[in-house]
C-alpha cells in the first residue's frame, strides 16, 4: 500500500500482485485529482477494483469525488448509514 500525503487526512492505493489498484480514502477535496490520480496512474494499473470511505469526513472522502467519476473502479465501499456516529 502506498500511503499518499494528502494534508490532513488520509489517502492511500493498494497495487495488487495481478496490477488491479484499489483505493482507501482519497483526502479532502481536491486531493483527488492533485494526489490519488496521479498516484494510481504511476502504479501502471492492469485495472482497478475497489474503493472504500472508512468514515464520513470531508479529509478522508473530500476527494473520491473525483477518483470514482475519473477511473472505472469496480466497487465502492462505504461503512453504512450516514447518520450513524462514526464511533460506532
Known amino acids: 500500500m502506498v500511503v ?3 494534508g490532513q487526512g488520509d489517502g492511500g492505493v493498494i497495487r495488487a500482485p495481478n496490477g488491479r489498484v484499489h483505493c482507501v480514502d482519497a483526502g479532502p477535496n481536491g486531493q ?3 494526489t490519488i ?4 496512474q504511476s502504479l501502471q494499473p492492469s485495472g ?3 474503493t472504500v470511505c472508512s468514515h464520513f ?6 476527494g ?3 477518483v470514482l ?3 472505472p473502479f469496480t466497487v ?3 461503512r453504512g448509514s450516514v447518520s450513524t456516529p462514526t464511533t460506532a
Open 69 to 71: 467519476s475519473s477511473l
Open 37 to 40: 490520480l496521479p498516484l494510481i
Open 4 to 6: 499518499a500525503n494528502v
Open 32 to 34: 483527488g485529482a492533485a
Open 57 to 62: 469526513h470531508a479529509d478522508h472522502l473530500g
Open 64 to 66: 473520491l469525488d473525483t
Open 76 to 78: 465502492a465501499l462505504d
Open 48 to 50: 482497478y477494483g475497489y
